[in-house]
């Protein structure tokens, strides 16, 4: 859907939600007849007139940044879920069709730095659920373009929970003492700070499983630091669970049913497949 059209009917939406009508939303500042058709795709309007509709709608910009991400998905955010849901079920399938949809986007305009990190990323999951080699070209790419970015948003988080497993112990430890500095947006909207809490997990568990207990405990001294609170309900057991992993890495006694128990609240408590993944993991220790 094209931006003029999607934001169009998000505009419609608000005014029928909130049965004003298009002089109310207007204001007087510009016709009514602009504003029908902007709301049908069909013409554009200013930045300046934008704010004046959603100040006469008394609708806050973030509030109409939430309705654009939400409203209508795009596929680059639908894939972001598939590619997750199909690399929790390993379901190599799915993961081949996600693929080589962005690698005939990326054939379609080489030009798009975007396609080409979403195709990297891919395939790096790929090469993960079926046990394969990581080309080093390829998450060097991805840390090139990490590095060259002085924010981090959802995306550039995104990129790095995916790929860290395949970092090396100094590229780890350097990216990931970057991310609290780097994505300043996790203080104040709820779903950065879930993925960036997401992140510290992930860098915990890579740790953990290289048997590095310096930087394992490092990290969960972090992510106490951050606080998880009651709201990231998965967030918080996992984390309890990675801490009892690092109990049993320490030898401490009663640390593997510790990890049981935690795998089973979350089996309890509606998470399935990530609890069946754990207690795959207890076994192998």
Known sequence: MGKNLKTGKIIAFIRETKHLKLKEMTGGDFSESQLA???????????????????????????????????????????RHELAVAYAQKNIK??????????????????????????????????????????????????NYLESVSEWGRYELWIFGNCLRHFDDNALEYYGMQILGKANYYHSIHLNQQIVIRTFLNIIDTWLRRENLIQAFKYINHLKEIGISINFFYEKILFEYHKAHYKV?????????????????????????EAKALFEEIEKL
């Open 37 to 79: 058709k902007f709301e049908k795709g069909e013409t554009e309007i200013t930045v300046g007139k934008l704010f004046t509709v959603l100040e006469n709608s008394n609708v806050y910009l973030d509030e109409f940044q939430n309705l654009y991400n939400e409203y209508e998905q795009s596929y680059e955010y639908n894939y």
């Open 94 to 143: 799915v993961i081949k069709e996600i693929q080589s949809f962005w690698e005939e986007k990326y054939q379609q305009k080489s030009d798009n730095k975007f396609y080409q990190i979403n195709k990297i990323v891919v395939k790096i999951n790929l090469a993960m659920a079926k046990g394969s080699t990581v080309f080093k070209e390829d998450t060097d790419f991805l840390m």
């Open 249 to 273: 890495l320490q030898k401490q006694n009663g640390a593997i049913e510790e990890m049981k128990k935690h795998a089973q609240t979350l089996a309890d408590y509606g998470f399935p497949l």
